[in-house]
């Protein structure tokens, strides 16, 4: 029973510092990736109760793009070509 706990710790241990060695190598990107999301995500906060509490009291979305446009009258073929 020993052996097989020495040996799961072990394991656990040797992907830990393969993902610290990872982590270490890659840190730039990683940061830059999670500066990424969260930035999105808090856009996408925004933006959706921005565009919710407008439609809820009735004023459409404004500023259509010509694929947007397309996307909803169905034209979804050449919808990226519009």
């Known amino acids: 029973m020993f ?8 394991a656990l ?3 830990v510092i393969i993902a610290a ?3 270490t190598n890659n840190a730039g ?6 500066g990424a999301a969260a930035v999105d995500a808090v856009d ?3 933006t959706g ?5 407008g439609a809820a009291v009735g ?6 793009t010509e694929c947007e446009k397309a996307k909803a009258e169905g034209r979804t073929r050449d919808a990226s070509f519009a």
């Open 29 to 34: 990107e990683v940061a830059e990736v999670i």
């Open 3 to 10: 052996k097989d706990h020495l040996l799961f710790y072990a």
């Open 49 to 53: 109760t921005v565009t919710g509490v």
């Open 59 to 64: 004023v459409p979305r404004t500023n259509q």
């Open 44 to 46: 996408g906060v925004l």
């Open 13 to 15: 241990a040797g992907v």
């Open 21 to 23: 060695t990872w982590v």
